[in-house]
């Protein structure tokens, strides 16, 4: 009986932990594209989305000197000719 009453407090230990999970989550909605949570700081989700945005930067940067037909450090005015 001593396994079986130590098996039933371990169910009932994470279905608590499962119900204390649950109701921190419920007030924060996820990403549309992972179930991350955004938080601040050095995190997982962060580092994504800035990962994303550097991503498009760079495809603008490549658009600006495919069109301009001149380097991007010409086109800031950076490097001057």
Do not use: C
């Not at 924060?28 to 700081?41: H, K, M, R």
């Not at 498009?56 to 950076?78: D, P, Q, T, V, Y």
Request: cysteine-free; overall charge negative.
């Amino acid at each position: 009986m001593s396994m079986n009453s130590q098996t039933e407090n371990t169910l009932e230990n994470e279905s608590i932990k499962q119900e204390k999970t649950d109701s921190a989550t419920t007030n924060v909605l996820p990403s549309a594209t992972t179930t991350d949570i955004p938080e601040f700081g050095w995190s997982s989700y962060a580092e994504r989305i800035n990962g994303r945005f550097a991503m498009i930067g760079f495809f603008a940067i490549i658009l600006i000197e495919a069109i301009s037909k001149i380097s991007f450090l010409e086109w800031a005015g950076i490097i001057l000719k």
